[in-house]
């Protein structure tokens, strides 16, 4: 992305934000809140559109802007905070729901069934495909979200703040399956506040505050007591 900007009324969320992002890699996306980091993940999905100025280039093609179907066909999948799940489907049904829409009945379930099964085994994840997603704990309901961006062929997963509500254990879970897609060579998008978290699965780490980037470093360059200190704004210098 180059020279994204957006502006809603008297709010700058982002300023002339430059972004790159490396096929396979997982880059984490660090700020406050109200830094912009949902904005930004909003225009690479379509969501919203960036001001005049913006180019995003995908694979060597460029674009102004991307519609939501522009960017699902380019392989973005957000795993958004809320999940977007349908509390009474089976997990098959959820992860399959953009699948064989044209098909109806029992032959569209054992289709759906083999697309979630699928995307499961693709990334080694054991559901059960008739469970009703309202029985599952959060983060099994999240594992079915991200099944579902897989059977949606993502060649580029964003998760805004997936750990938000995970127990220490689940958030290792998920630290897991994040280094899986990256050996599927699936790039993910990784936001998050935890700075543990982020030097532990992230190759490189870009810092926005006030819509405006920092910096993209090297996580091995990175220490959690340096991001803390970018991401608030404070100076290394004593008072
Ligand atoms: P973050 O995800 O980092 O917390 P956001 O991208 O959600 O930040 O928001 C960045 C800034 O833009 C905030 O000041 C927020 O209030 C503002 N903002 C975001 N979306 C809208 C909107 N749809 N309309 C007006 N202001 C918005
Ligand atoms: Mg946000």
Do not use: W
Request: charged share 25%; glycine share 8%.
């Amino acid at each position: 992305m180059r020279g994204v900007s957006k502006r809603f009324g008297g709010v700058q969320a982002l300023s002339n934000l430059d972004f790159d992002l490396a096929r396979g890699e997982i880059h984490c996306l660090v700020g406050g809140n109200g830094s912009g980091k949902s904005t930004m993940i909003k225009i690479i999905s379509g969501v919203q559109d960036p001001d005049p100025g913006a180019r995003i280039t995908v694979e060597s093609r460029e674009h102004a802007r991307l519609t939501p179907v522009e960017s699902s066909a380019l392989g973005v999948q957000v795993i958004y905070q809320d999940l977007s799940l349908f509390p009474n489907l089976t997990v098959a049904e959820n992860i399959a729901i953009a699948q064989h829409r044209g098909l109806t009945g029992l032959v569209r379930r054992k289709k759906m069934r083999a697309v979630a099964e699928a995307a499961m085994r693709r990334i080694g994840v054991a559901l059960d495909l008739d469970e009703r997603v309202s029985h599952l704990s959060i983060a099994n309901r999240q594992l079915v979200a991200i099944c579902r961006a897989i059977a949606a062929d993502a060649k580029l997963v964003i998760m805004d703040e997936p750990t938000a509500s995970l127990t220490r254990h689940e958030v290792d879970a998920l630290l897991a399956l994040t280094l899986e897609l990256k050996r599927r060579d699936i790039s993910v998008l990784f936001v998050s506040h935890r700075f543990d978290e982020v030097l532990e699965i992230a190759e490189r780490v870009t810092v926005i505050r006030d819509g405006v980037k920092l910096g993209t470093y090297d996580a091995k360059d990175m220490t959690e007591q340096r991001l803390a200190v970018l991401m608030s704004g404070r100076s290394f210098t004593y008072e």
